[in-house]
């Protein structure tokens, strides 16, 4: 993969290749609805500063990779004690202090990690754009109608919404073998299973296409809720002094600043020349449900009722079925 010789991997290569993996699996493209039977979302969306008619933003990516940082936190902890206890009782335990340098590096390289520009996203609906900043904190813009949603397998059983892009001529951040990634989730729900990763796709995709109107959550639902960060393991969290790692990353989280680029992109009554600003528009006759006992998805008429293979045929994509998933 990191040969020297390896020429780069157009976009069409790139997601040739990361279907072969057994871990991933496609999703229906972006202009095939979820039937609108089935759309039911909860999430409180009133927070104007994330979910307004121009944008809506997920700041889930930034609570991700906190647990590894408890867990390294921890065992730094754990060394300290045993160092100390060692000087009192003259049992020296050079097993572990021998890789204490190895975690100690480790650990201060993952506090580094979290002063790094936020990994937020913002799906900008006026631009038909998505934002996101690299590692040096400069803008990257995406072009919505590029965007390849697909299913991805994670421990334990969870299955993640990744969405894949062509990347731009120079930009290198999240981007492996030919093909931008970035992860499409707002809550810890998001991943519990295909459906949910299915559902948080057309959460977007209808924002996108359609507006705030159009994610509202669904009337007859008990109650609403904020989109939710990653859970943190508990096991790590305490021992790994999770409330000072949090004050840390809060603290250079709280700092970051979209550039200048997106703002003005996202501002009201932008000047958008030079960008398609036209919605991917989805089909209106030709959609898709989840089938709980069969555990996948079939494609469904205006009413939900399933369509015979020769109909299902008729709609024209090149992308592979959901209904064939490896995973």
């Known amino acids: 993969m990191l040969g020297k010789n390896k020429r780069n991997l157009s976009f069409e290569e790139g997601i040739a290749q990361w279907m072969k993996r057994s871990d991933i699996a496609p999703m229906e493209p972006v202009d095939l609805a979820v039937w609108k039977g089935d759309a039911e979302f909860e999430n409180d969306i009133t927070d104007p500063e994330l979910f ?25 902890t754990i060394f300290i004690v045993v160092m100390v206890a060692s000087v009192f009782t003259g049992d020296w335990f050079w097993e572990l202090l021998l890789i204490y340098p190895i975690v100690n590096i480790l ?30 904190g400069q803008a990257i813009t995406l072009h919505w109608h590029d965007v390849q949603p697909l299913f991805r397998l994670m421990p334990p059983g969870r299955i993640k919404l990744q969405l894949a892009f062509p990347p731009p001529a120079g930009v290198t951040s999240y981007v492996i073998d030919g093909v931008l990634w970035l992860n499409g989730e707002f809550d810890e ?42 859970s943190r393991l508990n096991s790590f969290y305490w021992p790994g002094l999770g409330p000072l790692i949090d004050r840390w990353a809060n603290y250079h989280l709280s700092k970051f ?20 600003t036209t919605p991917v528009a989805s089909d209106r006759i030709i959609f898709y449900r989840y089938d709980v006992r069969e555990k996948n998805f079939y494609f469904c008429d205006r009413e939900g009722q399933r369509l015979f293979p020769s109909t299902e045929d008729d709609h024209e994509t090149t992308a592979p079925s959901p209904f064939e998933l490896k995973i």
């Open 107 to 136: 650990f201060f390289w993952g506090l580094l990690a979290l002063t790094k520009p936020s990994t937020r996203i913002r799906f900008n609906r006026q631009a038909q754009s998505v934002h996101v900043v690299d590692r040096d």
């Open 257 to 276: 600043r979209w550039p200048e680029e997106v703002e003005r992109l996202c501002a009201p009554n932008a000047d958008l020349s030079g960008y398609d």
């Open 189 to 230: 729900l998001d991943s519990s299973n295909i459906r949910t990763a299915a559902l948080r796709f057309e959460f977007i995709r209808r924002y996108m296409e359609e507006g705030l109107d159009a994610i509202q959550p669904t009337a007859d639902l008990d109650e609403y809720r904020k989109p939710s960060p990653p």
């Open 52 to 76: 307004n008619e121009r944008f809506i933003e997920t700041r889930f990516g930034d609570g991700e990779s906190r647990d590894i940082i408890y867990l390294l936190s921890m065992q730094h």
